[in-house]
């Protein structure tokens, strides 16, 4: 298993911006796919974007292209969620994840198995 802790989030004016860190333990972190996603009140969880194991591959939801960027630092076992442009919409807590398999380019949703507990991004207007 993963073990994933989140933090670098908190009070922003919309316009503004954040970065999200996820720290990961474990020696075979450089092998998972990487993912963040977001679940704001009353909603359900929402994908927001993807890093590959490799780091060479990304995806990220149509609602935040543009503004956020995800990376890696495989030195450091952390992937980062770089959040620009924030809107109220953002609001939300935001959790990294991954899943089971490693060297797994591109999980679906529900194959992410790992969580972290989640850190709180409010974007006032």
């Known amino acids: 298993q993963v073990q994933l802790v989140e933090s670098g989030g908190g009070l922003v004016q919309a316009g503004g911006s954040l970065r999200l860190s996820c720290a990961a333990s474990?020696?075979?972190?450089?092998?998972?796919?990487m993912g963040w996603f977001r679940q704001a009140p009353g909603k359900e969880r929402e994908f927001v974007a993807r890093?590959?194991?490799?780091?060479?591959?990304?995806d990220y939801a149509d609602s935040v292209k543009g503004r956020f960027t995800i990376s890696r630092d495989d030195a450091k076992n952390t992937v980062y969620l770089q959040m620009n442009s924030l809107k109220p919409a953002d609001t939300a807590v935001y959790y990294c994840?991954?899943?089971?398999?490693?060297?797994?380019?591109?999980?679906?949703?529900?194959?992410?198995?790992?969580w972290g507990q989640g850190t709180q991004v409010t974007v006032s207007s």
């Open positions: 994840a991954s899943p089971s398999r490693l060297w797994y380019d591109n999980p679906r949703s529900y194959e992410y198995a790992y």
């Open positions: 474990g020696r075979t972190f450089s092998m998972y796919t």
């Open positions: 890093i590959s194991w490799s780091g060479r591959s990304t």
